[in-house]
C-alpha cells in the first residue's frame, strides 16, 4: 500500500478497487482531521442527523437507511443515549417500537457536527468542478445500490 500521496505501484494502477480502497482512506483521514475535537463518528452524526430530520425514527428504520446491521445500530443509539444526546420512547401503537428524539444536546452537537460536515465536503468537493461531483455522485451511487 502506497504512503499517502505517494505513487501507485504500477502492477495496481488498473484495479479499481484499489484506487476507491485509497480514496476512501483520504476522505476518512481528512474526515477525522475535521472531527477531531467534536467527539462523534460518521455514524454518529448520520444517526443524529437522521433523528433531527424524521423525529421519532425507529433504531430499524435508521439500521435500514445507513445500511447497518442491528448490533452496531443499538451501539451507536445506547453510546448517544448514554451521552444524552438521544432519547428513547416507546411508539404509540406499539409499545415494542422503540422511537429515538434528539435532546437539547444532541440538537447542539448536530450544528456543530453539521459545520464540520460542511467543511470536509468543501475540502472534498474542491478538487472537482461541480459537473464532476454531481457525475461522481450517480457512479458511486450505482455501485451501492
Known amino acids: 500500500m502506497p504512503e499517502p500521496?505517494?505513487?501507485?505501484?504500477?502492477?495496481?494502477?488498473?484495479?479499481?478497487?484499489?484506487?476507491?480502497?485509497?480514496?476512501?482512506?483520504?476522505?476518512?483521514?481528512?474526515?477525522?482531521?475535521?472531527?477531531?475535537?467534536?467527539?462523534?463518528?460518521?455514524?454518529?452524526?448520520?444517526?443524529?442527523?437522521?433523528?433531527?430530520?424524521?423525529?421519532g425514527i425507529s433504531q430499524a428504520d435508521i439500521a435500514r437507511r445507513l445500511q447497518m446491521d442491528r448490533a452496531t445500530m443499538m451501539a451507536i443509539t445506547n453510546?448517544?443515549?448514554?451521552?444524552?444526546?438521544?432519547?428513547?420512547?416507546?411508539?404509540?401503537?406499539?409499545?415494542?417500537?422503540?422511537?429515538?428524539?434528539?435532546?437539547?444536546?444532541?440538537t447542539a452537537a448536530l450544528t456543530v457536527a453539521r459545520a464540520a460536515v460542511a467543511a470536509h465536503e468543501s475540502w472534498l468537493k474542491s478538487r472537482f468542478t461541480p459537473e464532476e461531483v454531481r457525475h461522481l455522485l450517480g457512479l458511486l451511487r450505482r455501485v451501492h445500490a
Open 79 to 106: 453510546s448517544l443515549t448514554g451521552r444524552g444526546l438521544l432519547e428513547r420512547a416507546a411508539a404509540t401503537g406499539d409499545r415494542r417500537r422503540q422511537t429515538l428524539h434528539l435532546t437539547d444536546s444532541g
Open 5 to 55: 500521496g505517494g505513487s501507485v505501484p504500477p502492477a495496481l494502477d488498473d484495479i479499481l478497487g484499489f484506487h476507491i480502497r485509497l480514496a476512501h482512506g483520504a476522505v476518512y483521514r481528512h474526515f477525522n482531521e475535521t472531527f477531531g475535537g467534536i467527539g462523534l463518528t460518521q455514524k454518529q452524526t448520520s444517526v443524529l442527523w437522521l433523528v433531527n430530520d424524521d423525529p
